[in-house]
């Protein structure tokens, strides 16, 4: 099966810089997603990482080690508004036969705090 | 990016009956799936919808209880079935694009009295 870990909760201060980090332990893996995900509304998509290293985007950078089975996402300058749930996802499967899946982790409740 | 529609946004619905939930996306899209998120939680992979063919159900998930059709590349449909207040969630319709990023339609609030 796929498992995937990540903090339940963390707190920032706005202006800040926090890293939200993601374990998994899968087979046939194929990328990692971030999603980030206000109360109430639907993930939105915020990173897709297929190969090791950092890309970064704006604010919001993330980083994978594919050996490691890691990953973080790292929020720079933090805002009230990114208050909100950080959700890792594993793309996983085999090509052949056009398996594909995408698992969820618990999500992390991010609280920013002036 | 693909935009997603789904019908209804939300309903409160009797125990023993069935709702049945429509996901439309603006383009065509190979991989698309179901969620559901109940409250407080992550998501959980109910099945993946195959166009033309029967869904592939997760494990916990069954064919009677969530019916699903795709009859295109662009529409499917979730039907939760028999309906009792577990299955009381958000479902989520999703869809993975040609270059692997993946969308989420708004979500259906479902509510079993």
């Known amino acids: 099966g796929q498992n995937i870990d990540q903090p339940t909760e963390m707190t920032a201060t706005e202006g800040a810089i926090v890293q939200i980090n993601c374990t998994y332990q899968t087979s046939g893996f194929n990328g990692l997603f971030w999603y980030q995900q206000h109360a109430g509304e639907a993930p939105t998509f915020l990173s897709y990482?297929?190969?090791?290293g950092l890309e970064e985007k704006g604010r919001f950078s993330s980083f994978l080690s594919r050996s490691k089975g890691y990953s973080y996402l790292l929020l720079k300058e933090l805002q009230m508004k990114d208050s909100a749930s950080y959700l890792c996802?594993?793309?996983?499967?085999?090509?052949?036969?056009?398996?594909?899946?995408?698992?969820f982790g618990t999500g992390t409740k991010l609280q920013v705090i002036p | 990016s693909a935009v997603i529609s789904q019908k209804p946004s939300r309903d409160i619905c009797q125990r023993g009956t069935s709702l049945t939930i429509q996901c439309q996306v603006d383009?065509?899209?190979?991989?698309m799936f179901w969620y559901r998120q109940q409250p407080g939680q992550s998501l959980t992979l109910i099945a993946t919808a195959n166009q033309g063919s029967e869904a592939t159900y997760e494990s916990g998930f069954v064919i009677d209880k969530f019916p699903i059709s795709r009859p295109n590349l662009t529409f499917s449909t979730l039907t939760v079935s028999n309906m009792s207040p577990e299955d009381s969630s958000i479902y989520l319709c999703?869809?993975?694009?040609?270059?692997?990023?993946?969308?989420f339609g708004p979500g259906t609030r479902l509510t079993v009295t």
């Open positions: 996802a594993v793309r996983w499967g085999y090509h052949s036969g056009g398996y594909q899946k995408v698992t």
């Open positions: 990482n297929v190969l090791d």
């Open positions: 383009s065509q899209v190979t991989m």
């Open positions: 999703s869809v993975l694009d040609r270059v692997y990023e993946q969308y």
